[in-house]
């Protein structure tokens, strides 16, 4: 086992299900083991307010709660968790080097990327205008201040179904607005959303432009199927039309999928030795909590034997 004096066998970057998990795994197979979480560890989870298909919880569990309790246990078993971020990463010679945010350097023998994903923006300019004047990307941090208000929801998966559920607990009116005449939220959820009035669920629409003084006062819509305008009065709207891989920090040193994932086999590996991926980073198809959790399983125990072998892959 390396001494940990800032040099690793195994950094894990992410703080998700897959992160911990990987730690987890990693330090109870005698590993010294880094898991650099970024300032708020936790990952989506921490905006999931109610999760019901994480095994082992008889209630649904807030999503901060079951992410403070992977925390406490990585911790516990021995793993060194650091609130701060990895910004540079050297992978072109073992061990591998990486900078953080805090200016302090590391090596890795091996290396887990479990950054998970970021939100992803309309991209509409009145958007960027709007952002935390009305127009937000997480309804669990900012639902809070729109007390009374009307609200919308933009999109049609169990983000946008999830946001809106949580959104009627302050606010007067929640509009879901999704593109499609068919939500892609989960029954459950779709279910929930069609039993509360204070639901309106708008199908067939896109966003065209938020619009207000200084602070938003309206979205206008269009119908994607007949053409028609309108305009919806809102004080708030909540992007939630899914994520994208966080990759910042390994493109143009790991193959990516053409959909910008980080391509990695069965076994996580990735196009660099002793280089592995977890995760929604990696994750094309499930993006569930439980499988980024298999995931980071499965990239520590192939971290595990690569570091056994003595790095001597080529
Ligand atoms: P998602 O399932 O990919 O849904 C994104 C939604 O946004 C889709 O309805 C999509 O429309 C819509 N959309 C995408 N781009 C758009 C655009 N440019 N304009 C308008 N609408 C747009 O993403 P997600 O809801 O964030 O969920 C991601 C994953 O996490 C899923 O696997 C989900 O099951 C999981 N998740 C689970 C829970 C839970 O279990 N509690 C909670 C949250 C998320 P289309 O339907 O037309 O594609």
Redesign the pocket.
């Known amino acids: 086992m390396t001494e940990p004096n800032n040099n690793y066998d195994l950094v894990i970057i992410g703080s998700g299900p897959a992160g911990f998990t990987a730690a987890i795994y990693a330090v109870r197979g005698g590993a010294s083991t880094a898991l650099f979480g970024g300032v708020a560890p936790g990952g989506q989870l921490l905006q999931?307010m109610e999760?019901e298909?994480y095994p082992g919880f008889v209630d649904p569990v807030v999503g901060a709660d079951l992410m403070q309790k992977m925390l406490k246990q990585t911790e516990r078993l021995g793993a060194k968790v650091f609130q701060d971020s990895i910004t540079e990463a050297d992978l072109s010679a073992r061990p591998f080097k990486l900078k953080s945010s805090s200016g302090r350097d590391y090596t890795a023998r091996a290396l887990i990327i479990a950054t998970g994903a970021q939100a992803?923006w309309?991209g509409l300019p009145s958007e960027e205008k709007y952002k935390g004047k009305g127009v937000s990307g997480c309804a669990t941090c900012d639902g809070f201040f729109f007390r009374g208000k009307d609200v919308a929801v933009?999109?049609?998966?169990?983000?946008?179904a999830?946001d809106a559920l949580f959104l009627t607990k302050f606010a007067n009116k929640v509009y879901l607005v999704?593109?499609?005449d068919k939500l892609?939220a989960?029954f459950r959820l779709v279910e929930k959303l069609k039993a509360n009035p204070k639901v309106e669920i708008i199908y067939d629409h896109?966003p065209e432009e938020f619009t207000g003084e200084a602070k938003l006062t309206a979205v206008n819509l269009k119908n994607v199927k007949t053409g028609e305008k309108r305009s919806l009065a809102v004080g708030g709207a909540f992007i939630?039309?899914?994520?994208s891989p966080a990759t910042g920090l390994v493109k143009g040193k790991l193959k990516l999928t053409e959909d910008g994932y980080i391509a990695a086999d069965d076994r996580t590996a990735t196009s660099v030795p002793g280089v592995y991926a977890a995760g929604d980073v990696m994750d094309t198809r499930?993006?569930?909590a439980v499988v980024a959790a298999g995931a980071g399983c499965k990239a520590a125990l192939e971290a595990l034997a690569f570091i056994e072998e003595g790095d001597v892959h080529s």
């Open positions: 999931t999760i298909n992803r309309l933009i999109g049609g998966g169990d983000s946008a999830e999704h593109r499609r892609r989960t896109i939630a039309i899914g994520h499930y993006k569930q």
